[in-house]
DNA sequence: CTGAAAGCGCTTACAG
DNA sequence: CTGAAAGCGCTTACAG
């Protein structure tokens, strides 16, 4: 075709808005160049930017990506998978669903497959998330900074990541010598739980620590609650510090410390990993820590007396 | 095919796990029973929420459906439509983007779309939304119930749904006879925005009012923040009501009444209306709002002294 | 009711 | 380099 036939037919099919039918397209080529997410909770802050920053990563890759947003149960995932899999997607982005080992295994072992939001030491999958080993000891070599030894841990539980934060804080303790002061209470990712453990703390017969490093912030945010009720001041007589860096956290009457956990760098590794894996299906299984960031705020920051 | 054949084939295909291909079939019949939705802000509790329910919703009527989550401006959106027409997405979804009514009046033009979150009474494509108007008129009856007289309101600006739920404070206002003690001050849709506002209202020459509507959860929580700090205890002496009900106002250390905007049935009827149109495309044009539910907590209720 | 054939809109390998 | 032909995996209309 010459080339001025070429360009007139382009401006044509601008004029008519031709799109290429990508259903022709794949059935053709045998091959499709966009991926699947599944999305386990998008009503969770960090579950929504880190889909929203795979979303663009992954089109700016060159995979336009189809999100499943129903995934709240691994049978939901699986169906969502089900799904993906019948759009002939090249591979999936797993973002904290399905919760399961097995049912994460078994989606790894049929499609390429990556999962942000957990380590997965043992499943057969490329993997990425944050390093919350590192994460919890920044938070107490920031507080020991400050001057601070009774620093209180409220942990998260059996939820994901919380015996890694659990592991960072009791190395840190012990690295500066603090192993008297380690001192743990659980709880869960949620206000009302952090209210829990904050009645514990102020209503209980032990002194009121200096510091508290709360599994991340809206746990922090019931404990300063708590605090605020029995006219404890944050930070002056307690110092407070989160996990996640939501919203919230950085508002000017909140202020709360905590530690960021960079939903853009999960994403950008995560459609890395997998957009890696689909060109060289051979490159062994990776496991990506990612360093989270302390980010210091008022909450954190007042001098013992 | 003999039934017992087509039992031992089905078998069989299972066994293999076999799909069969969405490209081939959409090629074949020419059409696809699947929509896309187009979501401008995932990180925003309430988007997410829509978006996660309309998904559900439109699986369950026959449409699964492929959600776009990189939509932030217009530009974006326009794109994610090109994507979504190159998928031969039977109509498309639109939650709160895009921003400019020619941007959305271009897509409702080319697909069958449908608009959550705003009114839309100029542009002709079919829309869901709550009633703000409502929304604030059940608020200002709450206080009123409650022995309030002068209610200040916390304005939204410009944002969109802001101007109807001024009317709606306004209009009850004045059927409570209580022309003499509207006032408002504008703000935004943020914590710090709020807080700006409650430093107006508590560090202004005015007396403290008995109560504030404010125009949604985040900025009443900057509004309540700012009071806490002023030793004004909130409801005791001043009663303070916001409008979303995001997942922290019912916390038990916050309990802020609030205006629930109902996520799940802004996606039914959204869904609805797409589907509706897809099976008879010359229904005339729908403009839905839907009734919000005013959940009262402890914030709002204290009675005068 | 059943089964073979045509065709959807592209890409790809191949003949010219 | 250019262009015609085959074929991707389905659905649909049609002949038997």
């Known amino acids: 075709m010459r080339s001025e036939t070429r360009a007139r037919v382009e401006k044509v099919a601008r004029e008519l808005n031709y799109r290429p039918n990508l ?7 045998a091959r499709t160049s966009y991926l699947g997410a ?7 802050p960090l579950q929504a930017q880190i889909a929203r920053f795979a979303a663009i990563e992954a089109e700016a890759q060159g995979y336009p990506t189809i999100v499943s947003l129903d995934a709240d149960t691994d049978e939901k995932a699986e ?38 939001g957990r380590l997965l030491k043992i499943v057969d999958i490329d993997s990425v998330t944050t390093d919350h080993v590192a994460g919890a000891t920044s938070v ?3 507080l020991v900074a400050q001057g601070c030894r009774r620093i209180l841990h409220v942990g998260g539980g059996a939820s994901p990541g919380a015996e890694r934060m659990r592991q960072g804080y009791r190395a840190a303790m012990e690295r500066h010598g603090l192993n008297d002061e380690i001192s743990i209470i659980e709880a869960a990712y949620t206000v009302d739980s952090g209210a829990q453990a904050g009645r514990e703390i102020f209503d209980g017969v032990r002194p009121v620590p200096e ?21 404890i001041p944050v930070p002056d007589r307690v110092r407070v510090v989160g996990y996640d860096d939501v919203m919230l956290a950085g508002t000017e009457t909140l202020s709360l410390s905590t530690v960021n956990q960079p939903a853009h760098e999960l994403a ?17 299984v990776s496991k990506q820590l990612v360093a989270p960031e302390l980010i210091v705020r008022r909450s954190s920051t007042s001098p013992l007396s």
Request: aromatic share 4%.
């Open 211 to 231: 510091a508290i490093f709360v599994c991340n912030d809206l746990a922090a945010i019931g404990v300063i609650n708590v605090a605020a009720r029995r006219g």
């Open 268 to 284: 950008r590794k995560g459609v890395s990993a997998i957009v890696h894996r689909l060109k060289h299906p051979e490159t062994p």
């Open 79 to 116: 169906h969502a998978l089900e799904s993906l899999l019948a759009h002939r997607v090249a591979g999936v982005i797993l973002i904290e669903s399905p919760y399961e080992k097995p049912a994460i295994a078994k989606i790894a072992q049929r499609i390429p497959s990556v999962y942000i």
């Open 23 to 29: 259903a022709a397209r794949s059935l053709a080529s």
């Open 38 to 44: 599944i999305v386990g909770d998008v009503t969770n």
């Open 140 to 142: 107490v070599d920031h």
